[in-house]
């Protein structure tokens, strides 16, 4: 009998997997929110997979340096993997709670030692490609060794548990008769493992480990990760424990124990959900003379997975080979899966329906991640691989890593290569994400391997350059909303990001401000420091103009000092019938005056200074009209032009005249008379001392007329007494 | 201590100088009126206070301006003349202390004060000079018109 609660999550691990099967995800837009843990840890994991690291059977089928080139890069790939994957848990806070490695570490290219009676094993031929121009594989290494660089990388991992899956090149021939290569090197692994965690630890006992195999979640143990303070790693295929425990033993494992077999070993639990291995090391299409030897181990194989799943747990298949088509077959070839089943051939589908019907079809098994293929397709990773089978429930629940190894690769460039690993976060209720995120609006992708001095533009670098000028601009929101962009771009590398990650987190940082929060100090934050640019340039073009045309201005009036001796130009007349002449001839006799009275008083010096001249005459206009034509040419009017040009830079004083008639007129007008300073009218004047442009002062009044003409004289005296007096001043 | 160097010629607005001017032309007015055989004293009044008005507003917009402070000072001694006469006068024809309405020690006080000031402000160089003799000539002359402090104790001597 189901519990209800139990029942509702079959019910949405059914409708998942149906939204997994039509390919159906949220659409991608930028992350917005902090990546935290999910809040409960219940039927949640996060893990990172890695696999096909191929360190020990690298270059395969390349040529001369080829071979350790690949070597060190595979070495390279597998470093990237352990430090990748430490910077996502500890700079980005990731939970992760496991790595899983699917298999091909190149074991077949590795020595096995001598155990009891029996003796060395090499496997014969591991690359039947080799050739004049194919040296690789690299050589052989001893098993002791290769378990001791392996356990050299996992122990620098902050995620402590680590479990494994054989792949077919860590089996000698992908003969399931070689399955104790693996076996002893899990063993050798764990030893090390072991040993260094010993060396580094003296005083904790050597039995003393952590207990992978617990739900310690379950338990309530919020921390159990954390406290997690060895690496241990585990077969999840249990090579170990069912080689030493069938009949009749494998004798090498057996050899390993001394002491009796281990138990057999329980699959792990992590957060309520259980992880289980499928060993298709030898799934491939053998020879016809091996394949009879492979078809009951691998029937053998399906039924242990099998028997394993309970109907009311949640469960994640780990394996190596895909059921799936292999990408890199030839065009002609056709289609078929990587698995070659016994009943491939019979049509019996006898294992096939069993692994689909009893295995991959049970909806309490949320997915099956698996390794194996090297096309260098990034598109094709972790989901998209419709084309390579016909099963609508095998696209939608094999998950595919890309290889750690250059394998097949070498020959494109960083960014065109697919070289990676997975970051997996699992909901129990059958809601898989396979991405660089966990929030559920993210889509699923890998993250590509991408050595630290990659200098290749890559995919992201664009955005990131726009993210990183909204930065430089202060515009946090956009740069967020940037990174955000690279972060949910599933073709990125993990270099670039990294990058966006980390810009992403200091932008979101500013947002959180309380001076971006507030509108005002934002603005000010934005555009205060502009504004304040642009009124300091105005202020110094201002200043400038002022530092520069004052003394400009005020060295021209000093230059040319006014001392009282100006041209009086010819009056305008501001009205009709103004006394224009009259105006400028009393102008120019209170000048005079002016100068009789200084000199009376005895100010001789001041009365010397005062002329005030009357423009050029009329005998001099006649002189000048009368220079004949030199060819066509009036030089009469040239010399007028450089007369006035000349007059015009000397002290002149412009004076206009105007009468403004009474109201009501006292006298009546006559048409003869055409003098209009009749009494009660207004008379007024104004007069402008000036030197060429530059004007010094100017002065307007205005009389009321009495009876006679006074008022006109007055005016006229009241301005020649402005106009010398301001020479002065 | 007066500005160095100053040029006592020198107005701070050219109103300033129109005023002065005016000023100037009102003096010579009264100068010309005064010449005649028989000088209208209406007229001369007139005149008088036409330029002690112009020199007076001259000398309290523009206090610096040292040329109508000066005639100022020359206006208000002229009127202490004037007064100082009138009363004469008066004790001529009524044999008694004559009273004028404006008292003529106020006006060479003032006029002193006036002549005192510009000594103080005109400075020391070639131009200020001859304004500097005139104006001390003036404040003695003005000073020496006033009458005399009279004794209120026996002078004691030792």
Not at chain 1, 84 to 100: G, K, Q
Not at chain 1, 235 to 260: E, Q
Not at chain 1, 535 to 550: D, P, Q
Not at chain 2, 63 to 68: C, I, S
């Amino acid at each position: 009998m189901h519990h209800p609660a139990i029942r509702k999550f079959w019910h949405r691990a059914a409708i998942c997997t149906i939204l997994l099967a039509t390919g159906c995800t949220d659409k991608a837009t930028p992350a917005k929110e902090k990546f935290e843990p999910s809040p409960t840890r219940t039927r949640h994991v996060t893990f990172v997979q890695w696999t096909d690291p191929h360190v020990f059977d690298a270059g395969k089928g390349r040529h001369a340096e080829g071979v350790r080139e690949e070597e060190l890069d595979n070495w390279a790939a597998f470093h990237w993997a352990v430090i990748e994957t430490n910077r996502m848990a500890l700079v980005e806070h990731r939970d992760i709670n496991f790595v899983a490695i699917t298999g091909d570490f190149g074991l077949e290219n590795v020595n096995l030692p001598p155990r009891g009676a029996f003796a060395a094993e090499g496997c014969p031929n591991p690359n039947p490609d080799k050739g004049p121009q194919k040296e690789g594989p690299i050589n052989r290494i001893e098993l002791a060794e290769a378990a001791t660089r392996v356990a050299r990388e996992l122990d620098a991992l902050v995620v402590k548990r680590v479990y494994l899956v054989p792949g077919n090149n860590d089996l000698c021939n992908e003969n399931p008769k070689d399955l104790h290569r693996w076996a002893e090197f899990v063993f050798e692994l764990q030893t090390d493992l072991k040993n260094l965690y010993q060396a580094r630890h003296p005083n904790v006992p050597a039995n003393a480990q952590n207990n992978p195999n617990e739900d310690k979640a379950d338990k309530g143990k919020g921390k159990d990760d954390q406290e997690l303070d060895k690496v241990e790693v585990l077969d999840l295929t249990d090579s170990l424990g069912r080689l030493c425990n069938t009949k009749p033993p494998d004798p090498r494992v057996t050899a390993l124990f001394p002491n009796g077999c281990p138990p057999r070993q329980v699959a792990p639990v992590i957060n309520g959900i259980h992880l289980l291995g499928l060993n298709s090391a030898f799934f491939k299409k053998h020879a016809d003379s091996d394949q009879a030897a492979a078809d009951q181990p691998i029937s053998d194989e399906i039924d242990r997975v099998s028997r394993s799943l309970q109907s009311e747990s949640a469960y994640l298949l780990f394996t190596h080979i895909p059921d799936l088509s292999d990408p890199f077959r030839p065009p002609k070839v056709p289609s078929e899966s990587s698995w070659y089943l016994e009943d491939d051939t019979l049509k019996k589908n006898q294992v096939r329906e069993k692994w689909k019907n009893k295995i991959l079809g049970k909806p309490q098994v949320l997915g099956v991640f698996a390794g194996h293929f090297h096309i260098s397709d990034r598109t094709l990773y972790p989901h998209n691989f419709a084309k390579l089978t016909s099963d609508d429930t095998t696209a939608a629940k094999f998950w595919l890593a890309p290889p750690l190894a250059e394998k097949y690769q070498f020959r494109s460039p960083p960014d065109k290569t697919a070289r990676g690993m997975l970051l997996v976060s699992v909901n129990a209720d059958g809601d898989t994400r396979v991405s660089g995120e966990e929030s559920e609006i993210v889509q699923p992708s890998a993250l590509w391997y991408a050595t630290a001095d990659q200098k290749t533009a890559v995919t992201g670098d664009e955005k990131l350059a726009q993210a990183r000028a909204a930065e430089l601009d202060g515009e946090w929101e956009k740069a967020a909303t940037a990174y955000g962009t690279v972060l949910a771009d599933p073709t990125v590398d993990a270099r670039t990001r990294t990058t966006a990650y980390n810009g992403y987190w200091h932008a979101h940082k500013m947002t959180s401000k309380w001076w971006w929060e507030s509108r005002v100090a934002r603005w000010f934050y934005l555009d205060g420091l502009p504004v304040l640019y642009s009124v300091g340039i105005v202020a110094a073009i201002v200043l400038a103009f002022a530092l520069l045309v004052a003394p400009l201005y005020v060295g021209i009036r000093r230059k040319i000092p006014y001392r009282g001796r100006a041209l009086i130009s010819a009056t305008v007349q501001l009205t009709p019938n103004a006394p224009d002449k009259e105006f400028a001839a009393r102008l120019r006799a209170e000048g005079e005056e002016i100068k009789r009275l200084l000199t009376q008083e005895k100010e001789s010096w001041a009365a010397g200074h005062i002329t005030l001249l009357a423009p050029a005459s009329s005998s001099f206009d006649s002189l000048v009209s009368s220079i004949p034509k030199v060819e066509k040419v009036d030089v009469s009017a040239l010399v007028k032009f450089v007369v006035g040009l000349l007059q015009t830079f000397r002290w002149t004083a412009q004076t206009g005249v105007a009468v403004f008639p009474p109201d009501q007129p006292t006298v009546p007008s006559t048409p003869t008379s055409a003098d209009c300073v009749v009494p009660d009218a207004e008379v007024s004047a104004y007069a402008v001392l000036q030197w060429g442009w530059i004007v010094r002062n100017s002065w307007h009044r205005t009389l009321p007329v009495g009876k006679d003409r006074a008022a006109l004289r007055h005016l006229a005296r009241e301005l020649a007494e402005l106009i010398v007096g301001e020479g002065f001043v | 201590m007066g500005i160095l160097n100053r040029n006592v010629r020198k107005f701070t607005k050219a109103e300033s100088f129109r005023s002065f001017m005016e000023g100037v032309r009102a003096l010579h007015c009264y100068d010309n009126e005064a010449d005649l055989d028989e000088p209208d004293e209406d007229l001369l009044n007139k005149h008088l206070g036409k330029a002690e008005e112009f020199f007076r507003d001259c000398v309290e917009t523009y206090p610096n301006d040292l040329l109508p402070r000066y005639y100022y000072g020359i206006v208000l001694s002229t009127r202490g003349q004037v007064e100082q006469a009138r009363q004469l006068r008066s004790e001529l024809e009524q044999g008694q202390s004559g009273t004028s309405s404006v008292d003529p020690d106020s006006l060479f006080l003032r006029a002193a004060k006036h002549f005192e000031k510009i000594a103080g402000q005109v400075g020391r160089g070639k131009s200020g000079r001859d304004l500097l003799v005139y104006a001390q000539y003036n404040q003695a002359q003005a000073l020496a018109k006033t009458q005399p402090i009279p004794q209120t104790g026996p002078v004691k001597t030792s």
